[in-house]
């Protein structure tokens, strides 16, 4: 077949055929039948060769018509059932959604929540990209990428929603305590070890929210500096240093001693748990029931107590 044909114009051929002349087609199509004979005779003019043999009383095929009818028959089976599996990706959630996620919250609560979104959605894939650095998506393919930070940021073209928010606790270990006493204030801060999330001149800073909206800036260079969180909390145990970490990283360290809580009246800001995608328009079920889910289980501090409880982990089992 000549690439250039118009494939409308096979239709237009075969519904002629079908219907058994270019008056019953023309109101088929809801085309006047002198432009349907016109394109039909276009059709076999930059093909070469003739495909109908027309009478005044009948239409009846050529041998090549035959031939050439087959073949446009199956075209048309293909575009129904192409329109078909477009027309159900726009209903049913299906098929393959890649996810970026940073490493910790993919190795908390959403470790959960794509298991038990991928149970209640059987025909949806899911291809998570497990990484703290940043991601392109439209360079790679990335329909959703989770992030975490203390506010949310414009994305140029993307588009961001806020799925939830993450307490974070000033914590150190007992061990370092008998070292270096407990901070009474935030400016007792300087006087202890610090281990934080790597920074690019290795200084750090941590902004401290405090009673009647007080605030208070602690910059310090940290003697360790990693760029996973679940490293930095090892070390703290290890009495490396205080750090800032999540409070659902570390409630169990909490209730038996093996962390302490700093500065109870002081805390930093909320991480803003949110999905960044390129667009709302286009947005395929799948990805877009993805969203409304992830919305749903990561609220407040439900991001890990409500939504990735271990009877869940069970019940996925």
């Excluded at 894939?125 to 992030?147: K, P, S």
């Excluded at 407040?300 to 009877?311: I, K, L």
Aim: aromatic fraction near 4%.
């Amino acid at each position: 077949m000549d690439l250039k044909t118009d494939l409308n114009d096979m239709l237009y051929f075969t519904e002629v055929v079908e219907r058994g002349g270019f008056a019953a087609a023309g109101r088929a199509l809801d085309i006047p039948k002198s432009r349907l004979s016109r394109r039909v005779a276009e059709l076999e003019e930059q093909l070469g060769v003739r495909l109908l043999q027309r009478t005044t009383r009948k239409l009846s095929l050529t041998e090549v018509g035959e031939q050439y009818l087959r073949h446009c028959l199956a075209m048309r089976e293909a575009a129904q059932a192409a329109a078909q599996v477009a027309a159900q990706v726009q209903t049913e959630p299906r098929g393959t959604i890649r996810v970026s996620c940073p490493v910790t919250l993919a190795q908390t609560s959403v470790a959960v929540l794509v298991p038990l979104f991928m149970r209640a959605y059987p025909e949806v894939r899911v291809e998570m990209l497990v990484t703290n650095r940043v991601i392109d998506l439209v360079e790679e393919g990335i329909d959703v990428a989770l992030r975490v930070r203390p506010t949310l940021e414009a994305s140029g073209s993307l588009v961001i929603k806020q799925l939830g928010q993450t307490r974070t606790i000033l914590v150190a270990s007992p061990e370092l305590l008998v070292r270096q006493p407990a901070p009474k204030t935030p400016e007792d801060l300087a006087r202890l070890d610090s281990v934080a999330m790597s920074v690019s001149d290795g200084r750090s800073s941590w902004r401290l929210l405090g009673p009647e909206g007080a605030e208070f800036m602690h910059v310090h260079r940290p003697r360790y500096v990693a760029d996973d969180l679940l490293t930095l909390k090892l070390a703290v145990l290890m009495g490396m240093g205080i750090c800032i970490l999540p409070d659902y990283m570390c409630r169990e360290e909490l209730r038996d001693g093996r962390l302490v809580a700093l500065l109870p009246d002081w805390a930093p800001p909320a991480g803003v748990v949110h999905a960044v995608f390129p667009s709302r328009r286009g947005l395929v079920p799948a990805v877009r029931r993805f969203l409304d889910f992830l919305g749903e289980h990561l609220k407040g501090e439900q991001v890990v107590h409500a939504s990735c409880t271990e009877d869940k982990v069970a019940a996925m089992g």
